[in-house]
């Protein structure tokens, strides 16, 4: 098949959606497709165009057999509300440029966010009279109502427009578990629309390794302490102060050290509240290469999965299928009917304590760290539920099988309107 991936994040971009899109576009050309991705020029999570990126317009790459079309894109590192439409407005304009050439894809995948995508894929597909895809990573508008970041009652409306046009005009949404699932079937989306394929982890790449002779452990002076990790994004629905408060609580444990890992803008903001907790037992480090992911997440006794109590219920990180393949203890502060408790308390991988709760947090560190034998057995549980239930060939297998089913289903019907008209 000849696919189209319409996705504002890819590689280089470290987290979220672009490791797994770039992920989903190779491993569908090892298995003898054409792909070609319309993204935009790299800048997540600083916010800033990368520096190979700057002063361009389009940009067409080729890596491991997969089509880049990059374009430009409104982006500030500190966007108001204002930015954050112009950055959807710019990427809707500008890519759409760059998707018209190329060959005619068999089906699209568009990814959401961003949710006004969904103008230029529709667009596409009517065009290339091919089916599309909508993949949700996020339920827009109503997640970022929910934590406060879209309060314009006037645009609140536009979004909610577009997200049921969004759904209308899809030929099959695919989501990432089932509280999308529930949400989208209170919304009048027809169940037979939805097709649930989790989000996945290559379980071959993250993997268990020993952390004796760890080079992360040793580069940060970490030998022979219980490391804590968090690694990824740091915004509004993490609330990463409550680790450096709980971090505090422990400090007097000095075989204890925690270790946040992301963009360099959230970590400034962490050292202000380590300054001002006396955290002196918080490491804070930029994001690694990804290359060193393993090594990284092997150097943890345990990994922490962290948001605020706002957040949605059918909020997944994606991190939570990276920490369980690494084999590693988990600790969740997240609320506990949301679809992220749901994850971990199934895994049998993890500890879940209530959100923004230092104190509760800190506690579950401490039992773990007197109590070595729950780390391994909740490790043991980890590795085991990922390979079981989120093995990248496994997704591959899920995403080829949808994309041939609305190819032969449009063929279908193309077939059936041809022949009408020839009678």
Request: charged share 20%; hydrophobic share 40%.
């Amino acid at each position: 098949m000849r696919i189209l991936i319409y996705s504002y994040n890819y590689h280089p971009e470290p987290i979220g959606i672009a490791p797994l899109m770039t992920e989903l576009a190779e491993g569908l050309v090892k298995r003898g497709h054409q792909v070609r991705v319309v993204t935009a020029m790299p800048n997540y999570p600083e916010r800033k165009i990368y520096q190979d990126y700057r002063g361009k317009s389009y940009i067409t790459e080729y890596k491991n057999g997969v089509k880049i079309q990059r374009s430009y894109v409104w982006i500030r590192p500190q966007p108001n509300l204002l930015d954050r439409v112009m950055l959807d407005a710019s990427f809707v304009c500008t890519s759409f440029i760059p998707a018209l050439f190329g060959w005619r894809p068999d089906v699209i995948l568009s990814t959401s966010p961003s949710l006004p995508v969904c103008l230029p894929t529709t667009l596409l597909g009517w065009l290339h009279k091919c089916p599309v895809i909508l993949n949700l990573q996020d339920i827009l508008p109503e997640a970022a109502v929910h934590v406060g970041l879209l309060k314009n009652k006037f645009l609140i409306r536009v979004f909610s427009i577009l997200e049921k046009f969004a759904y209308r005009s899809a030929d099959k949404i695919s989501v990432i578990a089932d509280g999308f699932v529930d949400n989208l079937v209170s919304k009048n989306v027809a169940p037979d629309k939805i097709v649930q394929i989790p989000n996945w982890v290559d379980v071959n790449f993250i993997r268990p390794m020993p952390k004796e002779s760890n080079a992360f452990r040793a580069e940060h002076k970490l030998d022979r302490k219980f490391v804590v990790l968090y690694s990824g994004n740091i915004a509004l629905t993490q609330g990463l102060e409550t680790v450096v408060k709980a971090a505090s609580q422990l400090r007097h444990i000095k075989d204890i050290a925690f270790v946040i890992v992301g963009e360099a803008k959230g970590l400034q903001r962490l050292q202000e509240e380590c300054n001002k907790c006396g955290a002196d037992n918080v490491l804070l480090l930029p994001f690694q290469p990804r290359e060193r992911l393993p090594e990284m997440l092997a150097a943890a006794d345990v990994g922490l999965v962290v948001q605020k109590k706002n957040v949605i219920s059918f909020n997944m990180p994606s991190k939570i299928q990276v920490l369980l393949a690494s084999g590693r203890a988990i600790v969740a502060s997240v609320p506990d009917n949301g679809t992220a408790a749901r994850a971990i308390r199934q895994s049998g991988g993890g500890k879940l304590v209530p959100p923004e709760e230092p104190q509760s947090l800190a506690d579950a560190v401490l039992d773990l760290y007197e109590h070595p034998e729950k780390v391994k057995t909740l490790g043991f549980n980890s590795r085991k539920y990922a390979v079981e239930q989120y093995a990248f060939e496994q997704a591959l297998n899920n995403y080829e099988s949808l994309f041939e089913s609305v190819k032969d289903n449009s063929s279908s019907i193309e077939a059936r309107v041809v022949s009408k008209q020839e009678v």
